[in-house]
């Protein structure tokens, strides 16, 4: 049985591109959930969200990305009650000082923990837990395991994503990640 359950894992989906390198000049569409789409953040009211002290903690936390990671933009982003979405742009210099001071070889495709978004991801999930569970102990707040990523390689792929992020809470019913 255990050898199973260990093979399943082997053959677990690759979520991320295999052959591109996530510290690259790029736009990024993120999407992170909360562990079985729990509405920790807040919820939706007359097409509108409105973050309870947890959302405004994530919504902070994100806000804070440039803080630590100084080559990332922030683009669209909206925290909604069980799932955030957001647009960041890495842009083209100092990359090495990101990476710590690295003037190494890129990290190769199979080395994620190294590559900028994962880093970036993992930071603000543990950041937001450690404050939402310091703040709020009574709360048993959870993230989904891993998050959605998409490259955007043109102007009107972006365009439509912003778009898509500014009206999300207008569209809430219809939401793949809607719970009542």
Not at 128 to 137: E, G
Not at 177 to 180: A, E, G, H, K, Y
């Given at each position: 049985?255990?050898?199973n359950k ?29 562990k ?8 939706i009211q007359?097409?509108k ?6 959302g405004?903690?994530?919504?902070k936390?994100?806000?804070?990305i440039?803080?630590?990671f ?17 647009v960041?742009?890495?842009k ?8 710590r001071g ?6 190769t ?13 993992q ?15 009574e709360?048993?707040?959870r993230?989904?395991r891993s998050y959605?990523?998409?490259?955007i ?8 994503i912003?778009e ?7 569209q809430?019913?219809n939401d793949e990640?809607?719970?009542?």
């Open positions: 049985m255990a050898q260990f093979r399943r894992s082997k053959e677990r989906k690759k979520l991320r591109f295999s052959n591109f390198h996530y510290s690259s000049e790029a736009f990024y569409f993120l999407t992170i959930c909360t079985n789409r729990n509405p920790f953040f807040g919820n007359n097409k969200i409105v973050l309870n002290p947890l405004y903690i994530a919504q936390y994100w806000k804070d440039p803080k630590h100084p080559n990332i933009g922030i683009d669209a982003f909206i925290i909604m009650p069980n799932h955030i979405h957001g960041l742009k890495i083209k210099s100092g990359l090495s000082d990101i990476c690295r003037r190494s070889a890129s990290p495709p199979s080395d994620r923990s190294k590559m900028l978004i994962p880093k970036i991801i930071q603000f999930k543990s950041s937001v837990t450690r404050k939402i569970n310091h703040c709020f102990p709360k048993i707040f993230w989904q959605y990523d998409h490259i390689r043109n102007e009107l792929s972006l365009k439509n912003q898509y992020i500014r009206i999300n809470p207008e809430w019913k990640f809607f719970i009542d």
